[in-house]
Nanobody, 117 residues
Framework: MKLEESGGGLVQSGGSLRLSCAAS????????MSWVRQAPGKELEWVSG????????NYADSVKGRFTISRDNIKNMLYLQMNSLKSEDTAVYYC???????????RGQGTQVTVSS
């Protein structure tokens, strides 16, 4: 199976980015998915999770109201729209199979997001 993230980059504080994750090698539509991130020197942090059919979504308090997770079960894609970015959002973002940190059984290589203040 494979999870491949894209869309990261350098953005100014207050800006937006949209991350994408292409999933392959497993039945994507059957699994809850999430985005997690890891900032330098910090532990892995869960950002958002979405149920297999997209009907139930959760966010970490730190991103609630700014980030939006979504999925396309036809295209086998997972997305994270990030608005009003802050310097503390700087991290490597990973697409992960599993809705919560404790449920994750696979993740991609990650994409770097850097927010300049």
């Amino acid at each position: 199976m494979k999870l491949e993230e894209s869309g990261g980059g350098l953005v100014q504080s207050g800006g937006s980015l949209r991350l994408s994750c292409a999933a392959s090698g497993f039945t994507f539509r059957l699994f809850g998915m999430s985005w997690v991130r890891q900032a330098p020197g910090k532990e892995l942090e869960w950002v958002s999770g979405i149920q297999s059919d997209g009907t139930d979504i959760n966010y970490a308090d730190s991103v609630k109201g700014r980030f939006t997770i979504s999925r396309d079960n036809i295209k086998n894609m997972l997305y994270l729209q990030m608005n009003s970015l802050k310097s503390e959002d700087t991290a490597v973002y990973y697409c992960a199979a599993g809705r919560q940190l404790s449920d994750i059984w696979a993740r991609g290589q990650g994409t770097q997001v850097t927010v300049s203040s």
